[in-house]
């Protein structure tokens, strides 16, 4: 997904898009992502419920490039 850009820092995973204020870290807890900032908002509008979806898919995939998720 090329307007995702996504960088791995010690155990987290990081989904940012550029143009825009988007970021949500995945940390690494044993063999499960756990991405607890995006958890404390109630509300999401749908442009960010699909921001969420997409940057889980490029976090996932890239947690299983890693050998982090198999």
């Known amino acids: 997904m090329p307007d995702l850009s996504v960088k791995v820092e ?3 995973i990081i989904v940012s898009k550029p143009s825009s204020h988007f970021s949500v870290s995945y940390r690494r807890e ?3 992502l ?3 900032d995006v958890m404390r908002k109630a509300d999401f ?3 960010e419920l ?3 979806v997409r ?10 490039s890693l ?4």
């Open 50 to 52: 699909i921001l969420l």
């Open 55 to 64: 940057a889980w898919k490029v976090a996932f995939k890239k947690a299983q």
């Open 10 to 12: 010690h155990h987290d």
């Open 34 to 36: 756990v991405a607890d």
């Open 30 to 32: 044993g063999r499960t």
């Open 45 to 47: 509008s749908a442009e």
């Open 67 to 70: 050998g982090w998720l198999y």
